[in-house]
Structure formats: structure tokens, C-alpha cells
């Protein structure tokens, strides 16, 4: 029988043993806080951002960075119609409305025309989802922006690796947010990455992320006002650091995954997670659209993989399609996306052998050979 292909899965060495087991045996009490402040330092070096606060995970460092912003009740943050819920529950946590426009065909980000369209006098920010490692067109939406008073946040869950026009994916917009989930590329297990250039907005996060206490007051258990607690563990944080010291590695190994999907898929009916100039795409999850017309059966694709212990993902739902939000069936991109869509197995060690395994069931489900 054939061994299981992973859809994904974390580059793990010894060094991240060796840190993890350093936190556990050493990180407390004085160092309780080490391995954070340095995972802290060394992402936001890597990212050219000028501040970090390391947090649980990326949907608390959205939920802190809208808070941030004076997100709240009344309030509408406009975003794609198609991402994973993660980017539109913060909005509703601080009682504000997410409202989902259309996404472009070759991104399958954001469509500024449609941002534009959106925007009322209830506007209060527009997230810049990087789907799957791809990146929005930031500067349409920048100056969408600066045009209305808007802000415009960046949800880099999937886009470490991502670079647009030199500056890396999460540190354009107002603050980023990264996820360091066990299925992407860098990872903590679970947790996530707030990461700003303002230093007003980050000194009002910093305080939001400790219970409300803020930095430098004398009195002990003093809040200033209600905050939040997303913090990242010094454990996990360990297995940052180690990730960290790695993380071109992890980039250029994942890189390297999709150019070898692409290559061999590349005569077949279909668009793959797409690098303008001028930019890189991390590639965190390749992913395949058929084109529009073709004959393409994705569940009989998956029904394949899984007979053959190969394991695939699904494209991201609309989210207006989902029981908790209003029907948005205009937006016939993300409509007519999802069920022309997979995503196809991408850890970083994936074989030569097991990438052939994969890419035989997709010709396959093209009827090409």
C-alpha cells in the first residue's frame, strides 16, 4: 500500500527540539518571557516591520488590530467574499458587519472596484486577505484608502514568503496579521504575529494584548481599560525562534514544491496561485483553478486522492454563502470559484515520487495522460 501524502505538514529539526526543551526546562519565572521577546525581534527583523507582539493566533491579532483601529458596533469592514471565516469573526466580535464584495479571477484577492463601490460613511476598514499566498493589489487598495480615510489592514495568515514590489507581505497597511498554525509555512503549533509600522496604534494594541495594563504604570493588576488575552507562549514561542532562523529555508523549500506542480501541470486547462511582476508569491498552498467550460469533477478528484491515501483540501466557501452571514450570490466570481478549485498537498519535503502521485490523479481528472 502507498505511504499517506500529507496535504501539509511542519519542517521540524532539532533545533526546534533543542529550543523547546530549552523553555521548557529553563523558561520560567525572569525567562518566562524570553524566547517571545526574541521570536518578536527576529520576525519583525525579517519582515522590516518596526513592531511585533506575538499572539495566540492571527484571528487574535485581527480582533486586537481592528480593536485598535476603533472598530465597533454600527461599524462595517469591507472584505473578499471568499476566505476562510478567520477573516471576517473579529469583525463581528467587536459588533461590527463585515460586507463581502468580489474577489478577480487571477488572485482570487480582493477586487478594488468593487472595494470602492462598497464603501459607505459606516466604512471603518477594508482587510487585504493574501489568499493562499497571494497577494492583493495593495497599492489600488492603499490609495482607495487614503482617498476615503480608510484604513487598510492586511491579513497575512497565509503569506509569509510574499513580497510585493520589495516590501514584504503584512508590513504595507495599517498593521498585519500572521498565522503560525501547524499547517503553514512557518509554525508554533498553534499562534499568530500582530505587526505594525505606527507606533501609536501598536503602544494601544501592547496594552489591549496584556488585559489593558499599560506598559511603564507602577500599580500591579492595573488595567486602563478593557484588553484581551492572545498571548503566545514561551513555548511556542521557542519553536518560533527556531522556525525563524530557518525561515528562508522554509520559504525557498515550499517555492520549490509549487514550481514542480507547475511544471508538470502547466498543458493542462487550469490557473495556478499566480506572481505578477514585481512581486513573489510564497506558495503556501498550491492550489489549481479549472478554466471556466472544462470538464472538471472535483469531488471525483478527491474521491481519487483519498482512495489512494493522498490528502487535498478544498478551495476556501464563499463566505456569504455560509448559515451566519446574508447570501452576496453577485459576487459570481467567488461564487464561481470554489467548486473549480483544490488545493494540492505542500509540505516542504515533498518527494519527487509523491509529487508524481499527485499530479497522475490530476491529469487524470482532466483525462489527459
Not at 130 to 138: E, I, K, T
Request: hydrophobic share 45%.
Amino acid at each position: 500500500m502507498s505511504s499517506r501524502i500529507h496535504y501539509t505538514k511542519p519542517s521540524i529539526t532539532e533545533l526546534e527540539v533543542e529550543y523547546v526543551t530549552d523553555a521548557a526546562r529553563n523558561g520560567w519565572g525572569e525567562n518566562c518571557y524570553a524566547y517571545i521577546q526574541r521570536f518578536e525581534a527576529s520576525f519583525k527583523a525579517h519582515l522590516g516591520a518596526r513592531h511585533a507582539i506575538a499572539t495566540s493566533s492571527a484571528t487574535g491579532a485581527l480582533h486586537m488590530g481592528l480593536a485598535g483601529l476603533g472598530v465597533g458596533p454600527g461599524d462595517e469592514v469591507i472584505l473578499g467574499d471568499i476566505n476562510w471565516i478567520a477573516s471576517a469573526a473579529p469583525v463581528t466580535y467587536l459588533g461590527a458587519k463585515p460586507v463581502f464584495v468580489d474577489v478577480l479571477a487571477d488572485s482570487w484577492c480582493l477586487d478594488p472596484e468593487r472595494v470602492e463601490a462598497a464603501i459607505t460613511p459606516a466604512t471603518k476598514a477594508i482587510i487585504a486577505v493574501h489568499l493562499y499566498g497571494n497577494l492583493c493589489d495593495m497599492d489600488a487598495l492603499l490609495a482607495i484608502g487614503r482617498r476615503h480615510g480608510i484604513p487598510v489592514v492586511e491579513d497575512a495568515a497565509e503569506a509569509v514568503g510574499s513580497v510585493y514590489r520589495g516590501r514584504r507581505a503584512g508590513t504595507l497597511g495599517a498593521f498585519g496579521a500572521f498565522s503560525f498554525h501547524g499547517t503553514k509555512t512557518l509554525t508554533t503549533g498553534e499562534g499568530g504575529m500582530f505587526v505594525t509600522q505606527d507606533d501609536a496604534l501598536f503602544n494601544k494594541v501592547l496594552a489591549m494584548s496584556n488585559h489593558g495594563r499599560v506598559a511603564g504604570n507602577p500599580k500591579q493588576f492595573w488595567p486602563e481599560l478593557l484588553g484581551f488575552k492572545y498571548k503566545m507562549s514561551n513555548l511556542q514561542a521557542a519553536l518560533g525562534c527556531a522556525q525563524t532562523e530557518r525561515i528562508d529555508e522554509l520559504i525557498a523549500a515550499k517555492r520549490a514544491v509549487f514550481q514542480a506542480y507547475r511544471e508538470r501541470l502547466q498543458d493542462l486547462p487550469l490557473r495556478m496561485n499566480p506572481q505578477p511582476a514585481d512581486t513573489v508569491n510564497g506558495y503556501w498552498m498550491p492550489t489549481l483553478v479549472a478554466d471556466e467550460g472544462v470538464a472538471f469533477d472535483r469531488e471525483a478528484l478527491l474521491q481519487a486522492f483519498q482512495a489512494d491515501q493522498v490528502d487535498a483540501r478544498v478551495f476556501f466557501w464563499p463566505l456569504s454563502q455560509l448559515p451566519m452571514f446574508e447570501s452576496r450570490p453577485e459576487n459570481s466570481v467567488a461564487y464561481g470559484l470554489y467548486q473549480r478549485a483544490i488545493n494540492l498537498p505542500s509540505y516542504h519535503d515533498l518527494d519527487e515520487a509523491s509529487i508524481e502521485r499527485v499530479v497522475g490523479h490530476v491529469r487524470n481528472a482532466f483525462a489527459i495522460s
